[in-house]
C-alpha cells in the first residue's frame, strides 16, 4: 500500500477517486506543525550567525499527526503531495519531520491541476522536497514572526490596545493612508470645456483656439469660456479631413491571482477573500458528469504560461464551434513582466474544456458557476483572434477653431464573441471632405478637477502587485487582516482608513521606515526569491534585520512618546473623590476615575473632550424590591429595566416586547417562527425547539433553492447593497428581480 499525503480533505476525496486499492490518501488539513502561538519560538545566536526556530505540533493537529504516523508505518512509499508553491514545499517538509520522516527520502509529487492524467503523471515523475524552497518559505514566516511579534506589543502600548503590525501589512497600509492623504491635501482647479455638436449632431472636441492647442486644462475661467465660445459662434467650418483606421483590440492575458481578484472583484462584487475561497472548492474538487474532480488549476499563481496540450484543445474546440476566422494562425503566449514569478508555473484556466459553464450550471453552485464562468471565458478568449475596430475621424477647419470629432464601429468581434462587448459603437455619419459644416449648438461648461479615488479591493492588488509587495498568496489575507484590525473599512467598494491607521503609519513612518516603505518591502521579497534559487543564505538575512530590527525596537520604546498616557482634568470623581482622568482608548477619549480599578466610574466626552449628560429614560414602574424608580437600559441582549437606586439595589428585569411570529410556517417541521435575540443579534426560530432547531438570521420565505441536493429555502436580505434571496441552508445568492421575475 502507497500513502499520499496532501493538504486538504477535499482534494484527498478527488484524488482517492482516480486511483486504485494500491493507494490511501490522507490530508494533514493544513499546516501541522508551526511556530508556536504563545511565545516567540526563535532562538537566535547573533555571535556565530545561527537561527534555530522551534516548531512544534499544537494540540489539535496532534489526532492528524497520530493517523499519519500510523499509516505512515504501514505504507511502502509515503509521498508528499502538497500544493507546488513554497508554502507547499514547506508544509510538506514539516509532515516528514512530524512523522519521523527524513524529508529528503521522501518522494514528493507536484500537480497544476487535480484530474486523473495530472495525478498519474505526477507519480511517474517524483522529485525530491526542494530545501531552497523550504528555506525561503521559512525566511518569509521567521521574518513576519519577528516584525509581528516585536512591532505589535509596541504599538499596543503606545497607542491602544490590539493593534497589530507587519511586514507586509503595514506597507500596505501607508499605501492605503498615503492615497487618502492625498485625497484630504487635493485642492480643485477650475477649467471648462466648449461643448460643440455639428450637422446631424455629431459631438466634436475643441482641439485648436487662435493657433494654439486646446488641452483638457487650457480654458481656466469662465472669461475665456465666453470669449472662446464666442470666437466658435462666429466663425466658419468646413470638413478638412476624415481618417478612417482600423485598430485592433487584443486578447486579454489568461487569469493569474491577482487579475482574478481583480476581474471578480469589480465583475462579480466578490472580495479576494471569497475569491480564493471560491477558487480553492473549484480546484480541489466538484461533482461532474465524469465523477469528483478539480477543474481548473492551481489558482495562487503569478504565471501566465499555459500547457502546450491545453492550448492545442481550446484551438480545436474555437475552430469547430466558431469557425476558422475566429482562430489565429498560430496559438498565442503570453508573458509577464515579473519580479520574481515564484508560485506555480501555469496560469489559472479550466482543466477540462467539454464541462462548459452550460453544463457546470447542473453541478455548481450559484457563486462557484459566476467565477467558473469568468476563467471558462477568459481561457477561450485569450486563443481567439483579435477584435477589429474601424475608428474614423473628422476634422472641422475654422479660421480660428479646430475641431475633432471621433467615431467607432466593430467590425469583426473575435474573442468577443465570447466575453461579449461592453462599448457600443458610436458611429460618425457619412460626409465628404471639403464641405461645408454647420455647428448645431455651443455650449460652455463648468468643470472641477477630481481627487484621486480611494482605492478598492481590486485596485489596492493591483496596486501591489505593480510594486512587488508580496505575492499571489498574500494579496487577500492581507487585506482581511487590516479589515479585521479596523485599521480600515470597505464603504461602497471603497477601502477608507480609520483614524488609528493614520496614528499608526505616523509613527511607523518616524521609527521604522523601512518597515512601511515599499521599495524595501518589495526588495525582502527579492531576496526571499534569491533564496527560493539558492542564491541567499536565509539564516545570515534573518540575522541581519533582526539585529537591525530590534535596534529600532529598543529605541521606538524610549522615543515613541505614549498616546495613552492620561491626563489630569483637576476635578474629583463624583463617587470616591479620587482625581479624574482624561484617557484614550479604542474608541475614542473618555473620562476614568483615578481610582481604577476599585472604582469604575467614567464619563462619555464628546470629540472636543466636553462631558456628554447621560439622560436617564425612566420605566411607567417602581422596583418591587426598594420602590425606586426603574430605568430603562441597554444590554447585549438589548433593553431591560434596572433600578435607579443601584449600587445599593441590584434588582433588574426583562421588558416583555410583543412577539413577532413570522407568517410563514417552518420549513423543517410546519411550526411557528419567532425573532429571537442571542448575542450575536436577533434569529427566527422554530417555537417546537428543541425538538425543531431550525434558525435563520433572515426571515424565511416559502420559495425553494433551486441549488442541486439543497432542500432549504430563500430569505430576502440586502447583501453588498444590493437586494438578493438568499438560501437559509447552503448560502446560495440569486438576484431579488431573477427571483422575481421567474
Not at 42 to 57: N, T
Not at 534 to 554: A, T, V
Not at 629 to 658: H, W
Not at 717 to 742: G, L
Amino acid at each position: 500500500m502507497n500513502l499520499i499525503i496532501v493538504e486538504s480533505p477535499a482534494k484527498a476525496r478527488t484524488i482517492k477517486n482516480f486511483l486504485g486499492k494500491g493507494y490511501d490518501v490522507i490530508a494533514s488539513k493544513g499546516h501541522i506543525r508551526d511556530l508556536p502561538k504563545s511565545r516567540f519560538g526563535i532562538e537566535i545566536d547573533e555571535e556565530h550567525h545561527k537561527i534555530a526556530p522551534k516548531y512544534s505540533v499544537a494540540k489539535e493537529n496532534a489526532p492528524t499527526v497520530k493517523e499519519i504516523k500510523d499509516k505512515a508505518k504501514k505504507a511502502d512509499t509515503i509521498y508528499i503531495a502538497t500544493d507546488e508553491d513554497r508554502e507547499g514545499e514547506a508544509i510538506g517538509w514539516h509532515i516528514a519531520h512530524a512523522i519521523k520522516k527524513d524529508p529528503a527520502e521522501l518522494p514528493r509529487i507536484v500537480f497544476h491541476e487535480i484530474t486523473k492524467s495530472a495525478i498519474e503523471h505526477a507519480l511517474e515523475s517524483a522529485r525530491h522536497i526542494d530545501i531552497n524552497m523550504v528555506n525561503a518559505q521559512q525566511a518569509r514566516r521567521l521574518l513576519d514572526r519577528i516584525v509581528g511579534y516585536k512591532l505589535s506589543p509596541l504599538l499596543s502600548s503606545k497607542i491602544q490596545k490590539g493593534l497589530s503590525g507587519g511586514r507586509v501589512q503595514s506597507s500596505t497600509l501607508k499605501l492605503v493612508v498615503d492615497r487618502e492623504r492625498e485625497i484630504k491635501a487635493f485642492i480643485p482647479q477650475e477649467y471648462w470645456s466648449i461643448d460643440t455638436k455639428f450637422q446631424t449632431n455629431i459631438e466634436a472636441n475643441l482641439i485648436k483656439h487662435g493657433g494654439k492647442k486646446i488641452e483638457k486644462l487650457s480654458i481656466e475661467n469662465k472669461e475665456q469660456a465666453e470669449a472662446i465660445t464666442q470666437s466658435v459662434k462666429n466663425d466658419s467650418y468646413t470638413i478638412a479631413k476624415i481618417e478612417t483606421k482600423q485598430r485592433k483590440s487584443a486578447t486579454p492575458p489568461p487569469f493569474m491571482t491577482s487579475t482574478l481578484q481583480q476581474t471578480a472583484s469589480s465583475k462579480l462584487g466578490f472580495s479576494p477573500k471569497k475569491t480564493m475561497m471560491l477558487a480553492q472548492t473549484l480546484y480541489e474538487g466538484v461533482k461532474t458528469p465524469d465523477g469528483t474532480s478539480g477543474v481548473i488549476t492551481y489558482m495562487r499563481t503569478d504565471s501566465l504560461n499555459l500547457a502546450t496540450e491545453a492550448v492545442s484543445a481550446v484551438r480545436g474546440i474555437i475552430k469547430s464551434r466558431y469557425g476558422e476566422k475566429y482562430l489565429p494562425p498560430k496559438p498565442k503566449f503570453y508573458t509577464k513582466k515579473a519580479k520574481g514569478a515564484q508560485e506555480a508555473h501555469e496560469a489559472i484556466r479550466p482543466t477540462m474544456l467539454q464541462f462548459t459553464p452550460e453544463v457546470a450550471s447542473k453541478y455548481l453552485k450559484t457563486d462557484e458557476l459566476k467565477l467558473y464562468r469568468l476563467i471558462y471565458k477568459r481561457f477561450m478568449a485569450c486563443q481567439m483572434a483579435d477584435a477589429l475596430f474601424e475608428q474614423q475621424s473628422i476634422i472641422f477647419q475654422g479660421n480660428e477653431n479646430e475641431f475633432r470629432a471621433s467615431g467607432r464601429k466593430l467590425v469583426f468581434d473575435g474573442f468577443y464573441k465570447v466575453m461579449g462587448n461592453e462599448d457600443k459603437d458610436k458611429l460618425l455619419p457619412t460626409l465628404k471632405e471639403g464641405e461645408k459644416a454647420e455647428i448645431e449648438s455651443v455650449k460652455p461648461t463648468q468643470h472641477f478637477t477630481e481627487p484621486p479615488s480611494r482605492y478598492s479591493e481590486a485596485s489596492l492588488i493591483k496596486k501591489l502587485e505593480a510594486e512587488g509587495v508580496g505575492r499571489p498568496s498574500t494579496y487577500a489575507p492581507t487585506i482581511a487582516t487590516l479589515t479585521n484590525r479596523t485599521y480600515v473599512n470597505i464603504e461602497k467598494k471603497q477601502i477608507v482608513p480609520t483614524e488609528v491607521a493614520f496614528t499608526v503609519t505616523e509613527i511607523l513612518e518616524k521609527h521604522f521606515a523601512n518597515i512601511v516603505d515599499i521599495n524595501f518591502t518589495a526588495t525582502m521579497e527579492e531576496k526571499l526569491d534569491a533564496i527560493a534559487e539558492g542564491h541567499e543564505d536565509w539564516e545570515k538575512l534573518l540575522i541581519e534585520f533582526y539585529e537591525s530590527f530590534m535596534q529600532q525596537i529598543s529605541e521606538g520604546k524610549e522615543k515613541i512618546q505614549s498616546l495613552k498616557m492620561a491626563k489630569p482634568l483637576g476635578r474629583n470623581c463624583p463617587k470616591c473623590g479620587s482625581e479624574l482622568l482624561l484617557r484614550s482608548g479604542r474608541y475614542g477619549e473618555f473620562v476614568a476615575c483615578s481610582g481604577f480599578p476599585k472604582c469604575k466610574y467614567t464619563e462619555q466626552v464628546d470629540a472636543d473632550g466636553n462631558k456628554v449628560e447621560k439622560k436617564e429614560q425612566f420605566a411607567d414602574e417602581k422596583c418591587e424590591k426598594c420602590g425606586g424608580d426603574m430605568i430603562i437600559k441597554n444590554g447585549r441582549n438589548g433593553q431591560f429595566l434596572a433600578c435607579g437606586n443601584y449600587p445599593e439595589c441590584k434588582n433588574t428585569k426583562s421588558i416583555q416586547v410583543e412577539e413577532k411570529v413570522s407568517k410563514t410556517p417552518c420549513p423543517d417541521c410546519g411550526g411557528k417562527l419567532s425573532l429571537k435575540n442571542s448575542r450575536r443579534g436577533p434569529f427566527w426560530g422554530c417555537k417546537n425547539y428543541p425538538k425543531c432547531k431550525f434558525i435563520s438570521k433572515f426571515e424565511p420565505t416559502t420559495i425553494k433553492c433551486k441549488e442541486k441536493g439543497c432542500n432549504g429555502v430563500l430569505a430576502p436580505r440586502t447583501y453588498r447593497n444590493k437586494e438578493v434571496y438568499e438560501c437559509v441552508k447552503c448560502k446560495a445568492r440569486t438576484p431579488k428581480e431573477e427571483i422575481e421575475n421567474s
